[in-house]
């Protein structure tokens, strides 16, 4: 994992002054980061579609308190001029997201505001070193509505093909008409959340974790990887439709849409990480063989 020589030696005896004119920011961030998080934890991070919210935020700060000697030491460097205008731009889309109700403004303003401030008290030096959990955080703003309504259709019919093609194949009456799938004597409805996007958005976080973590230098090896998340997620979701589907021919629909619900929700997770991993690892014994640096 690259770092910063800059700030990886351990604190100057006389660095944790400097710690003190970080009081101004902590204050106003506090300001501005409380209200959206209560918010959040309120609204749409106890929803299936933004439930990974608080994950994308413990590890971005996970990796702040890792770098956490950054702001203990004293600044080498500060471009004030670029953060206070990265910054504004940052807070005019608080301001609008937080009047209007917009999501996608309110939170993802997290990252110019963030950015902008560690520009103006760690110039790029300190940027470059939370650029990562920065950018992370990406993955905690919702989707837009528009993208979401062009999007889950689609899915959900390319689902609900594929499920009834292999319960065909494997011998089990069922027929489908549209997004309701018709097995034994119930009828399924393919909703929105089983149409996959939501596990598309939080694979691709993970995958992201996931290459970061890894930190190979073969720039095809990762972009391969990435390349996999999609399939791989959605491919989780049809084990996941095909697992309650089953589960509701065998047990009845109540069972079906109780508590084996949720838990495919786990088992779908769990499918796609495994999976991920298959896949780096088949592309590990093909780099080898090929002589590529992984």
Not at 1 to 14: C, F, G, K, L, V
Not at 57 to 82: C, H, N
Not at 90 to 117: D, H, R, V
Not at 178 to 189: A, R
């Amino acid at each position: 994992m690259s770092s910063d020589s800059t700030y990886m030696s351990s604190p100057p005896a006389n660095g944790y002054p400097a710690l003190l004119t970080w009081m101004p920011v902590i204050a106003g961030l506090a300001v501005i980061l409380l209200p959206i998080f209560y918010g959040l934890a309120r609204g749409l991070w106890t929803t299936e579609e933004q439930g990974h919210g608080p994950l994308i935020l413990a590890v971005s700060l996970y990796y702040f308190w890792q770098r956490r000697d950054v702001f203990i030491q004293p600044a080498k460097s500060t471009s004030p001029v670029l953060g206070g205008v990265i910054l504004a731009i940052g807070l005019l889309f608080y301001a609008l997201g937080k009047s209007q109700t917009i999501y996608i403004f309110e939170i993802g303003s997290l990252l110019p505001i963030l950015a902008g401030m560690l520009l103006v008290m760690r110039g790029v030096t300190g940027l470059r070193s939370f650029w990562f959990p920065i950018l992370f955080l990406v993955f905690m703003i919702p989707l837009p509505g528009p993208l979401i309504d062009t999007l889950t259709g689609p899915l959900k019919q390319y689902v609900s093909i594929v499920v009834e093609n292999i319960l065909y194949h494997l011998g089990f009456p069922i027929a489908r008409n549209g997004v309701v799938l018709s097995i034994g004597y119930y009828q399924l409805l393919v909703a929105d959340a089983c149409s996959g996007l939501n596990s598309m958005f939080s694979l691709s976080a993970l995958g992201v974790l996931y290459v970061y973590l890894m930190q190979y230098r073969n720039w095809l090896r990762n972009g391969l990887i990435f390349a996999g998340i999609l399939p791989i997620a959605f491919a989780a979701n049809v084990i996941r439709v095909i697992v309650i589907t089953l589960v509701t021919y065998f047990r009845g629909d109540e069972a079906g849409q109780g508590f084996i619900h949720g838990f495919a929700g786990i088992v779908l997770f769990i499918v796609a990480l495994l999976s991920l991993m298959l896949w780096d690892w088949v592309l590990g014994l093909l780099f080898k063989q090929g002589g590529h640096t992984a």
